[in-house]
């Protein structure tokens, strides 16, 4: 899923913002909501999540802009995009009045439980060109979702004729040991797999730290001097990257993997004005160092270490959440926190 990369317009100083390049490799999120509350979540979706599913008319705007950008196909995920099936097949009709193909939609296979159902749902998907489904699959959605949903769905594509990948398929062979129906615990996960399976799989993965992953992270990771982060730390203009950018159900532009901030679509695309958003420009311009200096003016007082810059940026914004910085989401950030269960180990070997 490699995709070609340019860059959005430019925020600089107060001079007016320049035209964005061509757009690449997009995903549409349908809903925050999920099923799951999965452990290594970037977006940080759950069961407690605000509900909501994007509406025709933001779906139809979305489209408008992307095709603007010379878009040519896009993904959808969540959230769970499946909570709301009719919602799910209003947005896929939105894309194929905007000649927008449609590469995969993501989902867990919570939905693969009830037969007939699931049956409906692929054949509908299959008559609207659906492209594929991406079928997650790994020890983390084993938490939320039995393994053998994923299975069941795959095979039920197979049969129908729809295309589909498991992600990722390279974690079968273990999870295979275990129970397919049943949801499994993380002390479960650790005795059938390895105690240091969470940090494993974030490596296998190639994880981006973001959102609940964080955890995992200051979980497993070490940790360094504050000082050291920030030598040298470098600017982030690829937060306005746009090979695989996301838009959520509000039409905000999520740049890659710097989740927790969002701007609307159209001024990530058409130009952000000067000023309008400081937080998001102290880091375009200035990194970590500059988003340090604009929090530490309103109370932000650092730990002596971190696992990482990007760990060290969310941390800060998740102080600056609810402040006024209208590019901050706030349910990011608690989110977030929240639903990642640690142990002690002190008392156990954390092998990593
Ligand atoms: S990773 Fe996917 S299934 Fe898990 S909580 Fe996030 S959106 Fe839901
Ligand atoms: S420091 Fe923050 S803005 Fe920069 S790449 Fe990391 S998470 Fe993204």
Redesign the pocket.
Known sequence: MASPSTRGPVVSGDSAVRATGNLYHGGIMVNYRCNAACRHCLYACSPTRTPGYISRETMAEICGILRRGHIGSVHIGGGEPFLDFTGLVTAIAELKKADIDLDYVETNAFWARDDSRSREYVRTLKELGAGALCISLDPYHAEYVPYGLPLKLARLCDSEGLDYFLWKQQFLPSLSGLEALSVHSREELEKHLRPGYISATARDYGLRI?GRAINIEEEYGPSWPLAKLLRKAPA?P??LHTGHFHVDLEGCFI?P??TG?RLPLAEAVDGIPPGKYPLFEA?YEG??AALLDLAAGRGFVPEPSYPS??NL??HIRAFLAGKGFAELDENHYKESLTYYSRRDCEDHHCDS
Do not use: S
Request: net charge neutral; proline share 7%; charged share 15%.
């Open positions: 973001g982030c690829d937060l740049p993997g710097c901030l880091l990194g970590v810059r990007c940026c969310f």
